[in-house]
């Protein structure tokens, strides 16, 4: 019998949903002396931030779904005192190409003189160095302004411009679609490729999207931290969901596994919420209700309609290998291309055609991808006989693979697109992938795909998108509330990556809606 059965039938907060947001709510109204219960639907905490071990009787424990940390607060990790620790790459990112017949690619990182000595051997000149530079340095200057507001009450779009303070920084990030910077900026396909591809993480757009989420994908992938870092967390993704859950457990909070909400009842100031589980349905009381699901969901719970349903658009493949396999350019160690991100058909041109392909109902011929190997910044997540042997993980996330283009025949349509991803890797390879890969127990290759339909299944996350939904600006507008996580009911909240400035592994919206119940409480 679950812990809060036949004992406590009602709480100051329950939260539906035990991924990592819900759980940093649950740490912080805990220690705020508050009683909390998280009902979770799946047998364990965690959501889209776990790890496991997907290969039969291998010890290899992966970030199945979400991979790496950029967003997430060192102000949440402080103040729930987190036993949770990032490595930073030294490497950004290699990106291969094949140009006047040889191999050849850019490496971004390892410090200032290598990276201008990369750019000038793929471009033969100073120039795309220079207004690389000055791109990134107008970007970092709007992370450290701009990060900060993310866990404060939301600023109006006036009061984020002025703290901004640069005119050309907010009409190329918020008013203007990214195609226009990136092309008037950089000359270089491939240059303007790797800029483009930080706003079409999850996101199924063209650089010129007149809608502009491209620039909003774009700006939470380069505010992360003030710096747009993107950092390996130690242990895997779970090590950061287990200290959540560790805290919030701590702190005082319950947390119930195997229970799925199915219906919420309110009148604005107290709640019923209505879950079930394997023995039949129960109910308990709250005066505040946080949801840590999609609005789709919510609306499901609170007996609303529905918002227009999202789109996912991504692969996402786990591998294990026995070796990193060699590239054709052999000035480039694959340890270090591997260690950063390294971008697969992502010159500036093949975006917009891989783009137009999909939208158009067919798979890209040459489908983007971008690939990271965890264990060489981390091999925690390794056993030791894995270590010892040389193993490591790769970690490939596909890009402009709506939805939409699953629904005739998911996993036929899965592992043409894996082939076919996986060859565009392969081309820029002095071996074939498949020679490196790991096998399993029972003498099955180390490596899993999951389509956007797969993640809905598992997940439950609407059309498989990531985020929930489009990503939103990280300001007031109209029926957002004081903290972007208010709804029409007032005393539930959503607390998931659907809520304003939600998406990604954050923390943000779970602190958020802790922090609006706190308010409203007086403490």
């Known amino acids: 019998m679950p812990a809060h059965e036949g004992h406590q039938r009602s709480f100051d907060a329950v939260i539906v949903g035990g991924g990592h947001n819900g759980l940093v709510a649950a740490a912080y109204l805990a220690r705020a002396g508050r009683s909390v219960l998280v009902l979770e639907r799946l047998g364990n905490t965690g959501g889209a931030a776990v790890s496991t071990r997907p290969f039969a009787g291998v010890d290899a424990r992966l970030s199945r779904y979400s991979y790496l940390v950029s967003l997430l607060p060192k102000k949440i990790v402080r103040d729930l005192g987190l036993d949770f620790r990032i490595r930073t790459r030294n490497v950004s990112s290699y990106t291969p190409v094949e140009r006047d017949g040889r191999p050849t690619g850019l490496l971004v990182g390892g ?110 992938h380069v505010i992360g931290g003030g710096t747009g870092a993107w950092d390996v967390p130690v242990g895997g993704m779970g090590a950061l969901t287990d200290a959540l859950a560790t805290a919030a457990r701590d702190a005082g909070a319950v947390l119930a596994t195997g229970h799925e909400a199915v219906r919420i009842d309110t009148d604005g100031s107290a709640a019923e919420i209505t879950y079930r589980t394997a023995d039949g349905e129960g109910t308990v009381a709250a005066r505040h209700v946080l949801v840590n699901a999609s609005p789709q969901q919510l609306a499901v719970l609170t007996g609303d309609q529905p918002p227009t349903p999202a789109e996912g658009a991504q692969l996402k493949v786990n591998m294990l290998l026995k070796r990193l396999p060699r590239l054709r350019d052999s000035e480039v160690d694959p340890r270090e291309a591997f260690s950063g991100t390294f971008h697969i058909a992502e010159g500036y041109e093949q975006l917009a055609t891989a783009h137009a392909q999909a939208a158009a109902g067919r798979l890209p011929t040459a489908p983007p991808s971008e690939i990271y190997c965890h264990s060489l910044t981390d091999p925690t997540i390794l056993g030791p006989d894995l270590v010892e042997q040389g193993y490591q993980t790769l970690t490939l996330f596909g890009l402009h693979t709506p939805a939409r283009l699953f629904d005739r025949d998911n996993d036929a349509v899965r592992e043409e697109l894996l082939k076919s991803t996986l060859a565009q890797l392969d081309a820029h390879l002095a071996e074939p992938l498949a020679d490196c890969l790991a096998t399993d127990a029972d003498g099955r290759p180390c490596i899993e795909a999951k389509t956007p339909l797969d993640l809905e299944r598992d997940l439950r996350l609407p059309g498989g998108n990531i985020f929930h939904r489009d990503l939103s600006w990280p300001y007031a507008q109209e029926g957002t509330g004081r903290w972007g996580v208010e709804t029409r009911q007032a005393n539930v909240l959503l607390c998931g990556a659907g809520a304003v400035r939600g998406g990604g592994v954050s923390g943000v919206p779970g602190h958020n809606a802790a922090m609006a119940v706190l308010e409203e409480l007086g403490d």
């Open 111 to 220: 410090g200032e003189r290598r990276t201008r000595e990369a750019f000038a051997r793929l471009t033969g000149g100073e120039r795309e160095y220079q207004a690389w530079q000055r791109f990134y340095d107008m970007t970092g200057r709007v992370a450290q302004r701009v990060f900060p507001t993310l866990t404060e009450p939301l600023p109006t779009r006036d009061e984020l411009r002025l703290r901004v303070d640069d005119e050309e920084a907010w009409r190329v990030l918020f008013e203007e679609p990214i195609g226009a910077a990136v092309e008037d900026r950089f000359a270089d396909d491939l240059v303007r490729g790797v800029v483009l591809t930080d706003a079409l993480i999850g996101t199924f757009a063209d650089a010129h999207d007149p809608s502009l989420k491209q620039n909003r994908c774009f700006l939470y």
